[in-house]
């Protein structure tokens, strides 16, 4: 018998010996040889994926590029949005409850393959994941295809800007040729500028977190701040209709001060004679010192003293005083009376006294 009708005769048989243990589905329910080993108790997991590009039945499902499972069914999910993949995974490989899936590529050309794995960053003591469970969107996504690499690609070459990067080239190459130096003190001074910032970096943070709070200070007080604004808007429509007086009233300031500026320059020469003149007086207040604020403590109780005042009692005082007459003016003997005109003052001894006597 020849090699191909040895080859076609065991197909035969295996496709008989198929449809003799069950009902035939398709090419998708033929095992693959050398695919990976479940075991006598594999678990079910459904991973929902936005696209699961040309993934088949009966792919690979790995965990850390080692396969452990295989890809039971593609079905389209209760949204009609999305893709479930259900794979079969050998009941011996533990996976946390929160695990991701993602759809890759055994090579740059090869098949599709699911790979199971842990959130990165997670701790390992997380339950396990268990029959049935479902992986949402969430937590699957996929690598890009090559004919979406090449399409952009194309994008890029046809479309973009690679046909001006010799034009960009020999403009730089322009503006460079014969500016070294500028160039270089530029680039000095964008250094100096980056190390201050970088020094300042926390003032920075400082300032940027103060307008940070302004800013939810004004958002929390928005109603008042609109209040305000609102309540604002008499009082510039006022300003508005008066501008013509407030521009009088700005150029009659002008004036005024143009006036004032010559009054002040034609009277400097006398208010500086005044000044001067007062000088004196200012020195001989200074020279007084503590004397003529005691004598203004006299001047309201004249003539009686601070210390008299406290010692008055009831509403009269005996006064004794001593008179000198002025020269030429005689005085009446004691006994003889009062002049003419003169007020006379009665005493508790029934005497009566002159203003010249005692």
């Not at 320059?265 to 005044?274: C, W, Y």
């Not at 403590?297 to 010692?311: G, K, R």
Request: aromatic residues 4%; proline residues 7%.
């Amino acid at each position: 018998m020849k090699p191909l009708q040895r080859v076609t005769a065991l197909a035969a048989c295996c496709l008989a010996l198929t449809a003799c243990s069950g009902e035939f589905k398709g090419v998708y329910d033929l095992p693959l040889p050398g695919g990976a080993d479940v075991g006598d108790h594999p678990y079910h997991v459904t991973v929902q994926f936005a696209d699961v590009l040309d993934l088949v039945p009966q792919a690979a499902v790995k965990v850390g590029d080692v396969p452990v499972g295989r890809v039971q069914t593609i079905r389209l999910g209760a949204d009609g949005w999305t893709a479930e993949a259900v794979v079969e995974v050998n009941g011996d490989v533990v996976l946390p409850a929160d695990a991701v899936a993602r759809l890759r590529q055994s090579s740059l050309l090869g098949e599709k393959f699911v790979e199971l794995a842990a959130p990165d960053g997670q701790a390992k003591d997380r339950a396990r994941l268990a029959d049935n469970a479902v992986i949402p969107v969430s937590r699957t996504n996929r690598n890009p295809e090559v004919e979406e690499v090449f399409g952009a690609l194309s994008l890029l070459l046809n479309g973009g800007g690679i046909g001006q990067l010799q034009t960009i080239n020999r403009e730089l190459g322009k503006v460079m040729t014969g500016n070294e130096t500028q160039i270089r003190s530029f680039l000095a001074g964008v250094n100096t500028l980056t190390t201050d910032l970088d020094a300042h970096r926390q003032d920075i943070t400082a300032a940027l977190e103060g307008v940070n709070r302004l800013a939810t200070t004004l958002a929390d007080r928005d109603e008042q701040v609109s209040g305000a604004l609102t309540d604002l808007t008499p009082g510039l429509r006022t300003l508005t209709d008066q501008r013509t007086q407030l521009v009088a009233m700005l150029q009659s300031l002008d004036d005024l001060s143009g006036v004032a500026t010559d009054v002040i320059h034609k009277s400097k020469d006398d208010l500086v004679a005044d000044l001067r003149a007062l000088a004196p007086v200012l020195q001989r207040l200074a020279d007084a010192g503590a004397s003529l604020p005691k004598a203004l403590e006299i001047l309201p109780s004249f003539p009686y003293t601070d210390a008299v005042i406290p010692a008055i009692k009831g509403d009269y005082l005996n006064v004794y005083l001593s008179v000198i007459p002025a020269p030429g003016v005689p005085l009446p003997n004691p006994g003889e009376g009062v002049p003419d005109g003169l007020p006379t003052l009665p005493l508790p001894s029934g005497q009566v006294t002159t203003p010249g006597g005692r």
